[in-house]
């Protein structure tokens, strides 16, 4: 029932793609890209447009996606052919993703696309992820011209490695995110630093491990980068950090390939000949027997691995082993879904379901809450307010209801003259 549900509407993706002509791509996350290689089958003959850092990242993500999908499917198959059920299928297979990368078209950030005639595109950086943009289409007709920005997602000032949103260019209609339309975010500043340094000292002195579920992709790297400048201002005596997921291995590679994306003191670093990620006290896993011996070894050494909601992956077997261990510390560095085992170590749950196995909890659990690659309401309203002149429509979307009505009442109180509207799913609005 609710699988089969599930499966059915990741096909249907509410329009029919062979009216499509081409799709612009604001950033390789899967929640914005991964729909992208059901396109094909049904009939869609356009093009990808997108930054190419995106084009790159996106590729590997995909490709990723599928293989985790095929993966799961067969294990499911198994257990659903032992009670004569029904067989899941994958949404998409690896085929399927080689089909849209082929469609890829990877753009500067800056240049002015030409999408059809009498339509361009322009991809502005949005400073969420590596490759990330708004994106800005401008359609002529009769001697009119209409711009609308898109968003996409929005990023933070100061993160590393990434340069800052680049202020909102001109436009008629703004179509904005909301994630965190109604929240605001802890700085991450020097308590951040202090609660980082404390971490390694522990695990240095009880000879732990500091088990660190991450995305694999921006929030990993990331991580790498903050770890480094804490040993290059002389904070901590660095401990061996692992790296434990073939993606990120990955994504890191494209990370390398894209100086375009940096920041200033990234490219300083770039240009300086150093390896950005690397250090003699980093290590990427990348085979199966690697990842094991990290199981039984000792510490005291860091380990980053995915999922980063403990959903899935070699984390899982990180966790197994070091869970029971009560110098050992397991740190949370983004947000945690609801019904996830990331979730649940969080609240503080003193026995877990690891493989489904009831397993008692005697780590200690550390969090960090300013992290996020979003922007906050405040970075959202100050976003519209630098766009000069004021669009004269705002469509609020991308967030949870709360967030977005939330949002788009605080815009419209700011800016009486703006027409702001919190769409319904799958509504047409003409422009
Ligand atoms: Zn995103």
């Given at each position: 029932g609710r699988r089969q549900e599930a499966y059915r509407r990741n096909q249907d993706i509410g329009f029919d793609p062979k009216s499509l002509g081409a799709v612009l791509l604001s950033h390789a996350h899967i929640d914005h890209s991964g729909a992208l290689p059901v396109l094909p089958g049904q009939g869609f003959s356009g093009k990808v447009?997108?930054?190419r850092a995106s084009a790159d990242l996106a590729g590997i993500m995909l490709e990723d996606s599928a293989r985790v999908q095929e993966y799961d499917c067969r294990y499911v198959n198994k257990q659903e052919r032992r009670r004569g059920k029904t067989c899941v299928q994958p949404i998409y297979d690896a085929d399927d993703v080689r089909k849209i990368v082929k469609r890829f078209e990877g753009t500067r950030y800056?240049?002015?696309?030409?999408?059809a005639p009498r339509l361009t595109a322009s991809f502005h950086d949005a400073g969420h992820i590596l490759g990330s943009a708004a994106v800005r289409v401008k359609y002529t007709a009769r001697g009119n011209t209409t711009t609308v920005l898109f968003s996409g997602d929005l990023g933070r000032s100061h993160m590393p490695i990434l340069r800052d949103p680049e202020p909102p260019p001109a436009c008629d209609v703004l179509i904005l995110e909301s994630t965190y339309g109604d929240r605001l975010h802890e700085q991450a500043g020097e308590e951040m630093k202090r609660k980082a340094q404390d971490l390694i000292e522990h695990a240095r002195t009880h000879k732990s491990k500091l088990i660190v579920p991450a995305f694999a992709v921006g929030r990993t790297q990331e991580l790498v980068m903050r770890i480094k400048e804490l040993v290059g201002e002389g904070r901590v005596e660095p401990?061996?950090?692992?790296?434990?997921?073939?993606l990120a291995g990955k994504a890191t590679?494209?990370?390398k390939r894209h100086p375009e994306c940096y920041d200033e003191e990234t490219m300083k670093t770039f240009s300086s000949g150093g390896d950005v990620f690397a250090s003699r006290y980093i290590h990427f896993v990348s085979s199966p027997e690697e990842s094991k011996r990290l199981n039984a070894m000792r510490g005291p050494c860091v380990i980053i691995s995915s999922s980063g909601m403990c959903e899935g992956g070699r984390i899982i077997h990180h966790l197994k082993h070091a869970i029971q261990d009560e110098a050992n510390v397991i740190v949370f560095v983004g947000f945690q879904a609801e019904h996830t085992l990331g979730r649940k170590l969080v609240e503080g749950w003193d026995v877990v379901p690891i493989f489904g196995i009831p397993t008692k909890r005697r780590a200690q659990i550390v969090k960090f809450n300013g992290l996020s690659a979003h922007a906050d309401r405040n970075d959202l309203l100050a976003y519209v307010r630098a766009i000069?002149?004021?669009?004269s429509k705002v469509f609020v979307v991308h967030g949870e209801e709360k967030q977005a009505l939330s949002l788009g009442a605080a815009i419209q109180a700011e800016h009486p003259k703006i027409d702001v509207r919190v769409p319904h799913p799958a509504s047409t609005h003409e422009l």
């Open positions: 447009y997108l930054t800056g240049d002015q696309v030409k999408i401990i061996p950090i692992y790296i434990d997921s073939p590679e494209v990370f000069n002149p004021l669009p």
